[in-house]
């Protein structure tokens, strides 16, 4: 089943309650808390906040990079996904390109370690699907899941991207979480309303809901940053849901 919600990063103007109270109004399920501003590691009040908004968390979005972040930065990331009883901590391969990274074990072996320290807390580490990170194509990604055991991965299309790719990509990597938006060719400055994409969201949907596993689908980078856009386009995802 295919779970409907945002990345709270979307707004990052916005308080906890205020993005909660946004979700709920437009039917959505879930969230996955961002650490950056919404709920910061180590700070449990907002944690309880988050989850006073009655919806699912979907994961808690850190910022911990593995390989590059001090690894005692790890601890209060976890204790924090343990408050929101988070599924999945999303965690970044890295600071470089698989292309342009000179040794990939530093990234393996801190992944490894977040792996083995969060399953003992009950969750589990998910890739984010990023460029210049050990991500960034879908061969390194299969790499690295195959390198690490027990991680898993996020998946988020580039600017433009072509249907047949896309689709690969998820089928390839079965994400636990497909962050949703639609960009033109020019990627992160070239916003579309996800309408404008429908080529593309369409067939990824039934991609990832094909072998009916649970998956979270949460909207990021609504055009102008606007709620009012952000309405227009969770009116379009739950469209295609329930097509």
């Known amino acids: 089943m295919l779970i409907p919600g945002l990345v709270s990063v979307t707004f990052r103007q916005l308080t ?7 979700a709920t109004e ?3 399920q879930a969230v996955e808390w961002g650490g950056d501003v919404h709920v910061p590691p180590g700070d449990f009040a907002a944690a309880r906040k988050a989850l006073d908004t009655g ?3 979907a994961a808690y979005g850190s910022y911990y990079r593995a390989g590059v972040s001090d690894r005692a930065e ?12 988070a599924p999945y901590v999303r965690v970044w391969a890295g600071r470089t390109g698989s292309e342009e990274c000179p040794d990939r074990a530093p990234v393996v072996e801190a992944l490894q370690h977040a792996v083995e320290h969060a399953e003992a807390m009950g969750t589990k580490i998910a890739l ?3 460029q210049n990170t050990l991500t960034d194509t ?4 299969v790499q690295l899941l195959d390198e690490v055991d027990g991680v898993v991965s996020y998946w988020q299309p580039v600017g433009g991207q072509d249907v047949f790719s896309a689709v690969h990509e998820v089928r390839t990597v079965e994400p636990v979480t497909a962050h949703v938006f639609s960009w033109g060719p020019g990627g992160f400055q070239d916003r579309l309303p996800l309408a404008g994409r429908r080529d593309l969201w369409k067939p990824v949907l039934t991609e990832l809901g094909r072998d009916g596993i649970d998956r979270n689908v949460l909207l990021e980078f609504v055009l102008d940053d606007s ?3 952000f ?11 329930r097509q």
């Open 227 to 229: 709620p009012e856009r």
């Open 74 to 85: 790890l601890a209060p990331v976890l204790e924090t996904a343990a408050e929101l009883d």
């Open 16 to 22: 906890v309650s205020e993005i909660g109270e946004l």
């Open 138 to 141: 879908l061969d390194s990604t």
């Open 26 to 28: 437009c039917g959505l």
């Open 55 to 57: 919806l699912k968390v």
């Open 231 to 241: 309405r227009e386009d969770a009116k379009t995802l739950l469209g295609w849901l």
């Open 128 to 130: 984010e699907y990023h």
